[in-house]
């Protein structure tokens, strides 16, 4: 498995952004595709977006489509989220995850490496 630190959440106001950034370690990072997943308290982990191995193709729940921008630096072992025209019901934990193979999927099971997390707050 791989290790993953998320970083880079906080408090901003609805319209602003946020970058997150998730650091992998223990496994060649390059071979991999990466996911973005996110809970708000009494609710289930949903799928934000996903990238490949390679960064050519991204996949983005429709909630978020044409606001976040998931891309990835292979030679940094590192994967960002970058946020946009934020809205309170983006606030949430926010979960990096690395999947088993290298193609772009937001199937949860399709993930076996996950960071701890980081928390998105977006006030109105």
């Known amino acids: 498995q791989v290790q993953l630190v998320e970083s880079g959440g906080g408090l901003v106001q609805a319209g602003g952004s946020l970058r997150l950034s998730c650091a992998a370690s223990?496994?060649?990072?390059?071979?991999?595709?990466m996911g973005w997943f996110r809970q708000a308290p009494g609710k289930e982990r949903e799928f934000v977006t996903a990238i490949n191995w390679g960064g050519a193709v991204t996949y983005y729940a429709d909630s978020v489509k044409g606001r976040f921008t998931i891309s990835r630096d292979n030679a940094k072992n590192t994967v960002y989220l970058e946020m946009n025209s934020l809205k309170p019901e983006d606030t949430a934990v926010y979960y990096c995850?690395?999947?088993?193979?290298?193609?772009?999927?937001?199937?949860?099971?399709?993930?076996?490496?996950w960071g701890h997390g980081t928390q998105v707050t977006v006030s109105s």
């Open positions: 995850a690395c999947g088993k193979d290298g193609d772009v999927t937001r199937w949860y099971d399709a993930y076996d490496s």
């Open positions: 223990g496994r060649t990072f390059s071979r991999y595709s």
